[in-house]
């Protein structure tokens, strides 16, 4: 029998188990995204929660997130289908790929990696940025300024009073991302800005001061300012913030996306998981 639970310390407890596959469920506990949750699991003779089902209804079309421990998983999965929105985006792993068939027809979105920072790593990155070998990276965005300058741009914190230029933006540079104006109030929405125009841009999909969790994501330079390593710069001086704040930084990338893996490695992320993503329509 399916049960939705709101219990914020059983969910967290299950999802420390693995903080990279649950990444985006530990962001979705914070009270910022909270209300935009669903939480989805079986009715349990024990204290814990076993495997859960977060469906997050934030954006135009609900995006599902399956990803199962134990072996009572597919049960879940098969269970909760039948109540699953008509339409709704999925990020769930290759063995279950056979359930979801069996309910919806599928538009696949590819195979994904997730990734983890690895703060020594980070750290070298930065050394190296600093003593000159390889580009110059940014420094720390402070809350005031003064921003830092690299070929002509400046890296400023993104506010909502950004929003026009950053959907503009997203039209241009990344059309099908999954981005809402809201998450501008987060602050941890940092522009490149070069004439005025932002061209740049990283942020985050969830984060979390409680649970000292940040997943990165819409990230993306404007075609006509490709391959000067903005993307590079702009995520690095997010990721030195969020990392300076002691929170486990994670990200979601295409596994074929070959710019964005040498960034990511580059910066000192390592893949961890591996997990398919596609548009799903019930039958």
Known sequence: MLVFTTNKKRLVRHFRKDPVLFGYHIGDLDDFFFPDCLWTTLVGEHADIGDVIL????GDTPTVHAFGLGNAFETLLREYLPIAPKQFYCHFQKQHHGVFRDFA???PLGTHLKMKLDPAAF???QAAAISGVGRPGPTQLSRSGPRHHHDGCSIVRLDPSHEAALLNLYAIAYPDNYFTPRMLQTGKYF??????SIIAVAGVHVVSDEHKIAVLGNITTHPDHRGRGLAT???SALVAELASEEKLVCLNVKADNAPALACYRKLGFVPVHEYE???????
């Open 55 to 58: 469906t997050y209804v934030g």
């Open 105 to 107: 027809d599928e538009s």
């Open 123 to 125: 750290t070298r990155y």
């Open 191 to 196: 522009g490149c800005v070069h004439n005025g």
């Open 233 to 235: 710069d702009i995520t």
């Open 277 to 283: 993503e596609s548009l799903f329509e019930l039958r």
